[in-house]
């Protein structure tokens, strides 16, 4: 079983920055392909970024250059630094692990999820 656990959420007026983080227990995270989701209240559940096994990353066009995923293996943990925020950036942030075949984009297709970490921005 795999638990990810969220953290580094909070609010940030536009312009700011934040990291969030996704601990992870079980397996060691290099096993896994990594994906960062996000909903916003009334939306549906968006890709946002995603890093894969072997460290290719992909991003939605919203958040490309302002966005970057990273993975620390040894601390077991997956990070999202993101610069440039902007009030449409409001949601709660997923990570998300799969662990076999997957799409990158696609959240049905991953396997474990965390709780969720509230992000705010303020204009």
């Known amino acids: 079983q795999v638990q990810l656990v969220e953290s580094g959420g909070g609010l940030v007026q536009a312009g700011g920055s934040l990291r969030l983080s996704c601990a992870t227990s079980g397996r060691s995270i290099s096993t896994y392909g990594m994906g960062w989701f996000r909903q916003a209240p009334g939306k549906e559940r968006e890709f946002v970024a995603a890093?894969?096994?072997?460290?290719?990353?992909s991003y939605v066009d919203s958040v490309k250059g302002r966005f970057t995923s990273s993975r620390d293996n040894a601390k077991n943990t997956v990070y999202l630094q993101m610069n440039s925020l902007k009030p449409e950036d409001t949601a709660v942030y997923y990570c998300?692990?799969?662990?076999?075949?997957?799409?990158?984009?696609?959240?049905?297709?991953?396997?474990?999820w965390g709780q969720g970490t509230q992000v705010t921005v303020s204009s």
């Open positions: 890093l894969t096994q072997n460290g290719m990353t």
């Open positions: 998300a692990a799969a662990l076999g075949p997957y799409e990158l984009g696609k959240a049905s297709t991953y396997h474990y």
